[in-house]
């Protein structure tokens, strides 16, 4: 009987680790316990971990969707709210958006032939390298001056594909060319279209590289700031525009801006989780048994 000996870990090792820990998880949980808290307890001097629990902050700012009336809430601001539906509504069209374009574009690039094909393949990902702060006074003014869609949930979901749809394009490239060609040629033999080809045959096969797509399409859109707070209005903002506007000089309620930040995030990892169960299937749909 062989016995196993295990190499004993520097202690330095472990140090490393539970900071790394405490870094990524301490911010969360101190964003949740203090959106758990009154203004009263947060501002206090002797604030700590042992408090009274409350969901007030979490109905201020999600008054107009509650089926009660909360008695603290004196008048209802419908302020994130309406963000939260328009960071919805812009992350989920620009994702579905860039998605549909996205794995087209790929496809050509990847099995038609002609002139110039690599050089617009890398042109398409150096797009990609350029930062949004370049774009925003180009942007700014060409929305507003020339096409007059600045303010609206529709000029924002154009910048978000056009700035997502390079990187896109450029993963997907990666899955598709990874398909067997015979599987396309024998589906044209049996008498099937080119886009039956297209979406039968590809697009059921890079499962996997839409899902990455997607998640990162979704969680950029979902996120980004920049572009957004310089292209809404009061009307079309989103949330983490919304959040950073409701910093002010003379009032910060920090429970209800630690709570929509604790909002914030779950509709990307509910996004996240779906998504990444298709890329467990699709990864485990060609598996054989040995």
């Known amino acids: 009987m062989s016995a196993k000996t295990y190499e004993r870990q520097n202690p330095a090792f472990y140090a490393l680790l539970v900071a790394l820990v405490v870094m990524a998880v301490g911010p969360i ?55 939260l539906v328009n960071s919805l509504i812009i992350a989920l069209v620009s994702t ?13 690039l990847v099995r038609f032939r002609f002139m110039g094909r690599d050089t617009v393949s890398l042109s398409t990902l150096a797009m990609r390298m350029v930062p949004p702060a370049v774009l925003l006074v180009p942007v700014f003014g060409i929305w507003t001056f020339q096409f007059q869609i600045d303010g609206t949930r529709a000029g924002i979901i154009l910048v978000y594909v056009a700035m997502n749809l390079p990187f896109v394009i450029w993963i997907l490239q990666s899955f598709i060319v990874q ?17 039956q080809v297209f979406f039968l045959v590809v697009l059921p096969l890079i499962k996997p590289g839409l899902a990455a797509a997607a998640i990162f399409t979704f969680r950029v859109a979902w996120n980004e700031f920049l572009l957004a707070n310089a292209l809404a209005d009061r009307n079309s903002r989103t949330v983490p525009v919304t959040i950073v506007n409701s910093i002010t000089e003379f009032d910060i309620d920090w429970g209800v801006i630690m709570a929509t930040g604790m909002l914030l995030a779950i509709p990307p990892i509910i996004f996240t989780f779906v998504a990444s169960r298709q890329i467990i299937t699709g990864m485990t749909a060609g598996a054989v048994k040995g």
């Not at 101190?30 to 307890?41: I, P, R």
């Open 96 to 108: 579905v958006i860039t998605l549909v374009i996205g794995c087209m574009a790929a496809y050509a």
């Open 29 to 83: 949980v101190m964003m949740l316990t203090t959106s758990l808290k009154l203004n009263v307890d947060i501002m206090s001097d002797s604030a700590s971990l042992l408090f009274m629990p409350t969901i007030r902050n979490y109905e201020t700012a999600l008054c107009d969707f509650l089926w009660y009336e909360a008695p603290h809430i004196d008048y209802c601001d419908k302020t994130f709210g309406r963000a």
């Open 179 to 195: 398909v067997p060609i015979q599987l396309e040629e024998a589906a044209r033999m049996d008498g099937a279209g080119p886009f």
